[in-house]
């Protein structure tokens, strides 16, 4: 296996830019995936790293060589488009020495091969079964066997679970996250769905409108959400934001919301007249009867262990996490207080963070 690197990686189709100079790292071994919205390059970068779209700008190096001008074909990796696409005529067996056979190699060498991924993936007993009666979890193995028994450098995988109904797909983001955990190998996934990301990556970039907004672990894009756009898309429901206007002072460790004074972390930079945002997730919200910031309760989502409850502010909805068994009534007056250290500042025109 082998690690990625991305330098500088563009890419234009006449005047639009779908790839704006993109720069990251995959280490070796890392489940890496490209999360964005629909249209933000996520399956044009794969599809350069792949080989299959040359760039008109940057570099991509795999393992420490430079492949951005090679062939797919030449560059030794394994692009899964579609986890379930087997060759129905086939036996577990033949589906996944296909490739090695289509490469040349000797029979018996195969036979190892095929044995040992099996094994691996704790299908061996199903080798000789025709691949047309089985469930859709080994059927799933049956096809990431196929793409592993060539030892690629790495793996590509582009919404691989997209057309999956719900229940399934979580189940399948669990064996996926397993089966990598055994075999270490270095993976791009391309996913829209940012469960799916947080649920299965080591580091994640989040892209927008062609950019990479934020490179990190699920808790660092998480916890410190680098953009606007990155807070309101991770995390279900999303960041609230409140928005006031100002300047800002270096050292300063009050704002002014809504009326309210409100504690956050202290403020790095002067920052002249603007308008800001600040950012809570819902679960660092609390009713707090002594807080001057208020609001009205408008409705809750009950969820087992916990609820969702959307608050009527003077500034729009806010939504709170809290524990189930909270009484509340409809249009009950609230206070609202913040776990000060888990707050995030925007800048709002350009929407970055300043905290
Ligand atoms: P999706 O999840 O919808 O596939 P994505 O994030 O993978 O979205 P891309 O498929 O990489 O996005 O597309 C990025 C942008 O580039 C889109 O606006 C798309 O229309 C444009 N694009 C992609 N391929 C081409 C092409 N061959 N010619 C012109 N424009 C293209």
Do not use: W
């Not at 490469?103 to 040992?116: H, L, T």
């Amino acid at each position: 296996m082998a690690e990625i690197r991305v330098q500088n990686l563009r890419k234009e189709f006449g005047s639009f830019v779908a790839v704006q100079d993109s720069n990251f790292v995959v280490n070796d071994g890392e489940f890496f995936v490209m999360l964005g919205p629909s249209g933000c390059g996520k399956t044009t970068t794969l599809r350069m790293i792949a080989g299959l779209e040359l760039p008109t700008g940057g570099r991509i190096l795999l393992g420490g060589e430079e492949v951005t001008m090679l062939r797919a074909r030449e560059r030794d990796i394994a692009f899964v488009f579609q986890l379930f696409a087997l060759y129905p005529h086939m036996n577990v067996r033949k589906n996944m020495g296909f490739p090695l056979l289509a490469q040349g190699m000797p029979k018996a060498e195969i036979r190892q091969r095929v044995e040992e991924t099996a094994r691996l993936l704790r299908i061996d007993h199903l080798l000789d079964r025709p691949v047309s009666g089985l469930a859709g979890g080994d059927r799933q193995r049956v096809a990431l066997g196929r793409a592993i028994v060539r030892r690629p450098k790495c793996f590509l995988m582009d919404e691989p679970l997209g057309t999956l109904d719900a229940e399934f797909r979580d189940l399948m983001v669990h064996e996926l996250r397993e089966m990598h955990n055994r075999i270490h190998a270095t993976t791009v996934y391309v996913t829209h769905d940012q469960l799916e990301a947080m649920s299965m990556a080591d580091k994640i970039a989040v892209m927008n409108h062609g950019a990479i907004e934020q490179f990190g672990t699920p808790k660092e894009i998480y916890d410190h959400p680098a953009s606007m756009f990155v807070a309101d898309f991770i995390g279900s429901p999303p960041m609230n934001f409140l928005k006031f206007g100002g300047s800002l002072q270096k050292g300063a460790k009050e704002i002014v919301v809504q009326g309210a004074s409100v504690v956050v972390p202290e403020i790095r930079e002067d920052f002249a007249l603007a308008d800001f945002a600040l950012g809570v997730r819902p679960e660092h919200i609390r009713f707090d009867d002594a807080s001057k910031l208020r609001g009205s309760i408008y409705g809750t989502e009950y969820l087992g262990t916990t609820q969702i409850v959307a608050v009527e502010t003077a500034d729009g909805m806010l939504k709170a996490r809290v524990a189930a068994d909270l009484p509340l009534r409809m249009g009950e007056p609230v206070g609202l207080s913040f776990n000060a250290q888990r707050l995030s500042l925007f800048e709002k025109a350009s929407g970055r963070a300043i905290l």
